[in-house]
């Protein structure tokens, strides 16, 4: 089974819009951490934001913020005020804290095009 | 900002052959990590490493790789006899769990590895 599921292979937003990248995943894990990454065109994996488990709030990041919805084990990114440099590969990921052992899981990605 | 750093950018190779691919994590962190990402594939964990020992490795991490810490700033992986297959982005990674809340892994700019 999926741990990390992004439906979005791809998305589409004007400049200075907000957009929302969808990620779901799946643990039995009561004790976890989700991530959301950036990849631009030239390869690198830009960290952005964390989500732990037991947070009671969303975490927030600038222009990045995560929605955080536990029981329906979400945690879907949002990006206000798109900017032209936020084209990129966006990845959920996820460490399960005591069951996963040291890795990350990542999703399969979203790429995002900021129109301008 | 500390970073990881990762050298070379690319390198290319003829099957059969050895490569090293070389990492400097950030400098307080303790745990050290190697990924790989197939092009427009998922990025895939690969093997973690703490305490000058692997603490964990995927299937993928077969007996053709290895890890070593040679001294107390580089974390390296040699491929043995490299395959077509092998061809992939790897990124290292590093993490400093013991602090509440910084479960986040660090990732490098990656070393684009081909095969011929």
């Known amino acids: 089974a999926q741990k990390i599921t992004q439906t979005q292979p791809g998305m589409f937003v004007q400049e200075k819009e907000a957009v929302t990248l969808d990620c779901t995943y799946d643990?039995?894990?009561?004790?976890?951490?989700l991530f959301w990454y950036k990849q631009p065109s030239s390869g690198e994996m830009i960290f952005l934001i964390y989500?732990?488990?037991?947070?009671?709030q969303n975490a927030t990041e600038g222009r990045y913020s995560l929605n955080f919805q536990k029981a329906r084990k979400s945690a879907n990114l949002v990006i206000s005020a798109s900017q032209l440099g936020d084209s990129a590969m966006y990845f959920c990921?996820?460490?399960?804290?005591?069951?996963?052992?040291?890795?990350?899981?990542f999703g399969a990605g979203t790429r995002l095009f900021v129109k301008a | 900002e500390p970073e990881v750093t990762q050298t070379p950018s690319h390198q290319v190779t003829q099957m059969g052959q050895e490569v090293i691919l070389r990492c400097v994590p950030i400098?307080?962190?303790?745990?050290f990590y190697w990924y790989r990402q197939i092009l427009g594939q998922k990025v895939e964990f690969l093997v973690s490493?703490?305490?000058?020992?692997?603490?964990?490795k995927s299937e993928i991490f077969d007996d053709q790789f290895s890890v070593e810490r040679p001294d107390g700033s580089n974390f390296t992986l040699k491929i043995r006899s490299t395959k077509l297959e092998d061809s992939a982005m790897y990124f290292c990674?590093?993490?400093?769990?013991?602090?509440?809340?910084?479960?986040?892994?660090?990732f490098g700019p990656g070393t684009r590895l081909l095969v011929l």
């Open positions: 990674a590093s993490s400093d769990p013991g602090t509440p809340g910084e479960e986040t892994q660090y």
């Open positions: 643990t039995s894990d009561p004790s976890y951490g």
């Open positions: 989500q732990g488990s037991y947070d009671q």
């Open positions: 990921a996820m460490r399960e804290l005591n069951t996963g052992g040291f890795k990350t899981i």
């Open positions: 400098s307080n962190h303790l745990y």
């Open positions: 490493f703490y305490n000058n020992e692997i603490s964990e």
